[in-house]
């Protein structure tokens, strides 16, 4: 199998910057399309092209000359992606689920009709109809929404509460969906490649911040019983194989109060909760996904070290040119690995970088957690 194939990258973020860094230990020629030659990624792909990434000319002229074309951002224009599957390119992922995906309705009646365990569900064309359905008692909240397209870091999500917060209920397709009363949330990443392999990573926990509705750490593994792993690893498998994925798929779940594990929703690239499998893990996300895109071997998933990933968020009063205040004393913690994604600037909440922590157990990695959110802040100049 050769390696000189020249893959393409829609989306110049994070995570493709991270996907670059992995690829050049094999010497890999990545390329990348996004609208910002500023981006994360630019310096470190072999060529940068200006362009957006759902723009269907820019996605076919940028794919022309590449053998594989992958993503690090759902919202792509998959029209294009599918000409380009049609002329003899591997497109990972397909753009047919992608479109599945992209949809957050159409990915919960996914789940429903093969028998995949979810939160109970409706589709809605606006909020006028949602509040006709309150109205009518068919919805009684608590509940929650969320935008069919175009959602992300926790955008286009809102808890419902009580009918005395129905005014934050936004407009357009949405889907409606049961409170789970929820322990804990979770989080798989399974992997596959054309030759059949199928593996996943450890499960991981997820806790997330309040306020901004994204995840601010996780820690692996999982706080959970042998039972409840057993149910997550193999939900993890089941969606997977249905839906006939290459590459990788992050699953992320509900535990409920009750000990059922549900599908909330998944993505088709690497994800937010497999950051720490760089340290953490034999093999990190983003090998496993050049392993698949290549049709290579799949790699050793296993855990090396309990681990805790901490999401660098811009401080919620800032906005402007990014620092990072306390980064001197946190670089003098051992088994403390920071990276910053490289974003010139810092709004509230946005992801600028993570912080992962290696140690024995929950209890060591959690103590020099709580010293470095008491140290590092990301601020404005």
């Known amino acids: 199998m050769s390696l000189r194939k020249k893959i393409g990258i829609l989306g110049a973020g994070q995570l493709g910057k991270m996907l670059a860094i992995e690829g050049a230990n094999w010497h890999l020629d990545l390329e990348a ?3 910002s030659s500023n981006s994360p990624a630019a310096h470190l792909v072999h060529k940068m092209t200006e362009g957006h990434f759902n723009d269907y000319q820019a996605v076919l002229d940028f794919g022309a000359d590449k053998d594989i074309i992958t993503i690090e951002i759902e919202h792509v224009n ?12 591997t497109v990972i992922p397909d753009p047919d689920v992608l479109d599945i995906i992209k949809d957050k309705g159409r990915q919960k009646e996914f789940y429903k009709q093969h028998d995949l365990p979810t939160s109970p569900f409706a589709l809605y064309n606006d909020k006028a109809e949602v509040l006709a359905a309150v109205e009518n008692g ?3 909240a608590p509940f929650v929404q969320k935008s069919r397209t175009a959602g992300y870091d926790g955008k286009g999500v809102v808890i419902i509460k009580s009918n005395n917060e129905l005014h934050k209920l936004v407009d357009g397709p949405c889907v ?3 409170a789970v009363d929820i322990d804990k949330e979770l989080a798989v990443i399974a992997v596959a490649n054309k030759m059949g392999e199928l593996k996943i990573f450890p499960v991981v926990e997820m806790l997330f911040n309040p306020e901004a509705n994204l995840v601010e750490n996780l820690f692996c593994p999982a706080r959970i019983d042998d039972t409840t792993r057993k149910a997550a690893e193999t939900l993890a498998i089941s969606t997977m194989q249905a839906y006939g994925l290459q590459g990788l798929l992050a699953i992320e779940m509900f535990l409920s109060k009750d000990g059922e594990v549900l599908i909330n929703e998944v993505a088709p690239r690497p994800h937010n909760s497999g950051h720490h499998t760089i340290e953490a893990c034999v093999s990190s996300q983003y090998q496993q996904h050049l392993r698949a895109l290549l049709n290579l071997p799949l790699g050793d998933t296993s855990l090396r070290s309990p681990a805790m990933m901490i999401n660098l968020l811009g401080h919620p009063d800032h906005q402007g040119p990014a620092m990072y205040s306390g980064i001197e004393e946190v670089l003098k913690i051992s088994n403390v690995f920071v990276h910053i994604y490289g974003k010139e600037t810092t709004k509230p ?21 709580n010293q470095i959110r008491q140290t590092l802040k990301v601020i404005s100049s």
């Not at 992801?351 to 929950?362: P, Q, R, Y």
């Open 138 to 140: 068919t919805w009684i």
């Open 176 to 178: 409606i969906e049961e």
């Open 349 to 369: 909440f946005r992801k600028m970088g993570h912080i992962t922590i290696l140690g024995d157990d929950f209890e060591a990695v959690n103590t020099k957690a």
């Open 78 to 89: 998959t029209d294009a992606l599918r000409v380009l599957k049609q002329q003899g390119k």
């Open 33 to 35: 399309l996004d609208s």
